[in-house]
C-alpha cells in the first residue's frame, strides 16, 4: 500500500477517534454548560446537610449557578461547613437564604437559594447567614408517630 | 532410611523448582523494565522516521475499528435493553440515557475496546516481532547496525498506545447511540429526557476525562505486553504461538487489575 494511501487512512481514524471524544465531551458530558468560567466562593453552615455530596448542584429559581466546592465540619460550632463555588457572573443579596434540597422525592440533594430583598450583595468568601438543615426522614417520621400518639391520647 | 532420603530429594527438587520459577519471574520483569525504557530511549531515533508509526497505527487502530464499532453498539443495544427493563420497573425510565452513557464512559468503553485490542491488535503484534526474532530477522538488523528496538519495536508501541484512547472513546460513543437506538427509536423513551438527563450527571473532568486516562493507561500496557512478549519469545514456532497466548492472557490480566486500581484512585466519592 502506498505511503499516501496510509496517511489517508490513518488520518481518517485519529479524526473519527477525536470527533467521538469531542461527542464524549459535548453531547454526553457537559462540558458546555456547567464550567463556568470565573466563581467565587460563598460558604454557609448548616446544622444538618443530609446526604449533601461535593459537587452538587446550587440553584436558584432551578437553574444551576454554582457547585458545592468543599464541606467540613466545624469541630467549635459543631456544625457542618459548605463552601460553594458561586458563577461569576450572578451576584446575590445578603440576606439571601440558602436551604438545603432534594430532587424528587428519592433524589440526589442540592443546595437552593432564595435571594432576598437586601440592596448589599454578597461578597467573595462571605457567610451566608440564614440556612435550613436537610430534611431527616426518620426525624419527620418520628415527629409524626408523636403526634398521632399523643392525638390518640387525647381523643380518649 | 533410602525412602528417607528420597522423600527429602523430591522436596529439595520441589522448592527448587519454586525458587527457579520466582527468580525467572523477577528476571523477566526486570528485563521488561529494561525493555520499557530501551523503548523510551529508542523513541526519538524512531519519531525521526514517522510513516513507520503511522503504518503502525493504521495495521494497530484503522484495521481494529470494525470490531470495535460493531461491538460498541451491540453493547450500547444491549445496556439499553437491559437498562429500561429495570428502570423502568422503579418508573425512572428516563434516567436510561444516564445508565447507558456512565457504563459505557467510566467502564465499559475502556475496559472492553482494551480487551478487544489486546485480542486483536497486540496478538498480531507479538505474532509479527515473534516471528520476526525466530527468523533471525531482529539479529540480522543488528549486524546492520540498525537498532531493532527503535526501528520494529518502538513504533509498534507508540502506534498501540495513540490508538488505544480513540478506539475507547469511539466504542464509548458508538455505545451511547447503540443504547440511545434501542432507547429513544424503538422501546419510546422521550428524546429530551435521554439527552438532558445525561448532560446533567455525566461530568467531563470527572466522567470522561477519566475515561480517557485509563484508556490511555491500558494502552501502554497492552503495547508494553505485546512487544515485550514478541521480542522475549523463543525463536520457535512453539514459542512463539505460546508468546501469542500469554499475551492475550497476561494483556486481559494487567487491564482488569489496573481497571480496579485505577477506579479506586478516581472515583472515590469524597
Same mark, same amino acid.
Given at each position: 500500500?502506498?505511503?499516501?494511501?496510509?496517511?489517508?487512512w490513518v488520518g481518517?481514524?485519529?479524526?473519527?477517534?477525536?470527533?467521538?471524544?469531542?461527542?464524549?465531551?459535548?453531547?454526553?458530558?457537559?462540558?458546555?454548560?456547567?464550567?463556568?468560567?470565573?466563581?467565587?466562593?460563598?460558604?454557609?453552615?448548616?446544622?444538618?446537610?443530609?446526604?449533601?455530596?461535593?459537587?452538587?448542584?446550587?440553584?436558584?429559581?432551578?437553574?444551576?449557578?454554582?457547585?458545592?466546592?468543599?464541606?467540613?465540619?466545624?469541630?467549635?460550632?459543631?456544625?457542618?461547613?459548605?463552601?460553594?463555588?458561586?458563577?461569576?457572573?450572578?451576584?446575590?443579596?445578603?440576606?439571601?437564604?440558602?436551604?438545603?434540597?432534594?430532587?424528587? !422525592?428519592?433524589?440526589?440533594?442540592?443546595?437552593?437559594?432564595?435571594?432576598?430583598?437586601?440592596?448589599? =450583595?454578597?461578597?467573595?468568601?462571605?457567610?451566608?447567614?440564614?440556612?435550613?438543615?436537610? *430534611?431527616?426522614?426518620?426525624?419527620?417520621?418520628?415527629?409524626?408517630?408523636?403526634?398521632?400518639?399523643?392525638?390518640?391520647?387525647?381523643?380518649? | 532410611?533410602?525412602?528417607?532420603?528420597?522423600?527429602?530429594?523430591?522436596?529439595?527438587?520441589?522448592?527448587?523448582?519454586?525458587?527457579?520459577?520466582?527468580?525467572?519471574?523477577?528476571?523477566?520483569?526486570?528485563?521488561?523494565?529494561?525493555?520499557?525504557? =530501551?523503548?523510551?530511549?529508542?523513541?526519538?531515533?524512531?519519531?525521526?522516521?514517522?510513516?513507520?508509526?503511522?503504518?503502525?497505527?493504521?495495521?494497530?487502530?484503522?484495521?481494529?475499528l470494525l470490531i470495535?464499532? *460493531?461491538?460498541?453498539?451491540?453493547?450500547?443495544?444491549?445496556?439499553?435493553?437491559?437498562?429500561?427493563?429495570?428502570?423502568?420497573?422503579?418508573?425512572?425510565?428516563?434516567?436510561?440515557?444516564?445508565?447507558?452513557?456512565?457504563?459505557?464512559?467510566?467502564?465499559?468503553?475502556?475496559?472492553?475496546?482494551?480487551?478487544?485490542?489486546?485480542?486483536?491488535?497486540?496478538?498480531?503484534?507479538?505474532?509479527?516481532?515473534?516471528?520476526?526474532?525466530?527468523?533471525?530477522?531482529?539479529?540480522?538488523?543488528d549486524m546492520m547496525?540498525?537498532?531493532? #528496538?527503535?526501528?520494529?519495536?518502538?513504533?509498534?508501541?507508540?502506534?498501540?498506545?495513540?490508538?488505544?484512547?480513540? !478506539?475507547?472513546?469511539?466504542?464509548?460513543?458508538?455505545?451511547?447511540?447503540?443504547?440511545?437506538?434501542?432507547?429513544?427509536?424503538?422501546?419510546?423513551?422521550?428524546?429530551?429526557?435521554?439527552?438532558?438527563?445525561?448532560?446533567?450527571? *455525566?461530568?467531563?473532568?470527572?466522567? *470522561?476525562?477519566?475515561?480517557?486516562?485509563?484508556?490511555?493507561?491500558?494502552?501502554?500496557?497492552?503495547?508494553?505486553?505485546?512487544?515485550?512478549?514478541?521480542?522475549?519469545?523463543?525463536?520457535?514456532?512453539?514459542?512463539?504461538?505460546?508468546? #501469542?497466548?500469554?499475551?492475550?492472557?497476561?494483556?486481559?490480566?494487567?487491564?482488569?487489575?489496573?481497571?480496579?486500581?485505577?477506579?479506586?484512585?478516581?472515583?472515590?466519592?469524597?
Open positions: 500500500m502506498s505511503r499516501k494511501l496510509l496517511d489517508l481518517v481514524f485519529v479524526v473519527l477517534g477525536m470527533a467521538a471524544m469531542l461527542f464524549l465531551a459535548l453531547k454526553v458530558g457537559n462540558l458546555s454548560a456547567a464550567n463556568f468560567a470565573e466563581t467565587y466562593p460563598l460558604r454557609a453552615n448548616f446544622v444538618n446537610i443530609g446526604g449533601l455530596k461535593v459537587r452538587a448542584p446550587v440553584k436558584s429559581a432551578g437553574v444551576v449557578v454554582g457547585r458545592v466546592a468543599e464541606i467540613h465540619f466545624d469541630p467549635e460550632s459543631y456544625e457542618a461547613v459548605v463552601t460553594l463555588n458561586i458563577d461569576g457572573r450572578y451576584r446575590f443579596p445578603k440576606d439571601t437564604f440558602a436551604l438545603i434540597l432534594t430532587a424528587g !422525592l428519592l433524589g440526589e440533594q442540592y443546595i437552593g437559594l432564595d435571594p432576598g430583598g437586601d440592596e448589599v =450583595m454578597l461578597k467573595a468568601s462571605d457567610v451566608i447567614a440564614k440556612t435550613q438543615s436537610a *430534611v431527616v426522614l426518620e426525624k419527620l417520621i418520628s415527629q409524626f408517630m408523636f403526634n398521632k400518639a399523643s392525638e390518640g391520647q387525647s381523643d380518649k | 532410611m533410602a525412602g528417607d532420603s528420597r522423600a527429602t530429594g523430591r522436596i529439595a527438587t520441589m522448592l527448587g523448582s519454586i525458587g527457579h520459577r520466582v527468580t525467572d519471574g523477577l528476571i523477566r520483569l526486570g528485563f521488561a523494565t529494561r525493555f520499557f525504557l =530501551m523503548i523510551l530511549l529508542g523513541s526519538g531515533q524512531s519519531f525521526r522516521r514517522l510513516h513507520l508509526t503511522i503504518r503502525e497505527i493504521y495495521f494497530a487502530g484503522f484495521q481494529s470495535i464499532l *460493531v461491538s460498541g453498539l451491540f453493547i450500547g443495544m444491549v445496556l439499553g435493553m437491559q437498562g429500561y427493563e429495570t428502570l423502568q420497573r422503579y418508573g425512572s425510565a428516563d434516567a436510561l440515557g444516564v445508565l447507558v452513557a456512565l457504563s459505557l464512559v467510566r467502564e465499559l468503553g475502556p475496559v472492553v475496546a482494551a480487551l478487544l485490542f489486546a485480542s486483536r491488535a497486540g496478538s498480531s503484534i507479538t505474532a509479527e516481532i515473534g516471528l520476526m526474532k525466530a527468523t533471525e530477522q531482529l539479529t540480522a538488523m547496525a540498525v537498532n531493532p #528496538i527503535a526501528r520494529v519495536v518502538a513504533p509498534r508501541f507508540w502506534g498501540g498506545v495513540i490508538s488505544m484512547p480513540l !478506539l475507547a472513546a469511539l466504542f464509548s460513543a458508538t455505545g451511547i447511540l447503540g443504547g440511545y437506538l434501542i432507547g429513544v427509536v424503538f422501546i419510546g423513551v422521550d428524546e429530551g429526557a435521554f439527552w438532558s438527563q445525561m448532560q446533567a450527571s *455525566v461530568d467531563f473532568r470527572y466522567d *470522561v476525562w477519566s475515561g480517557i486516562v485509563k484508556s490511555f493507561v491500558f494502552g501502554i500496557a497492552v503495547s508494553l505486553i505485546a512487544v515485550f512478549e514478541g521480542y522475549d519469545a523463543l525463536p520457535t514456532a512453539e514459542g512463539v504461538s505460546s508468546s #501469542i497466548k500469554s499475551t492475550v492472557v497476561k494483556s486481559a490480566l494487567a487491564i482488569l487489575a489496573l481497571d480496579f486500581v485505577l477506579t479506586s484512585f478516581m472515583f472515590r466519592e469524597a
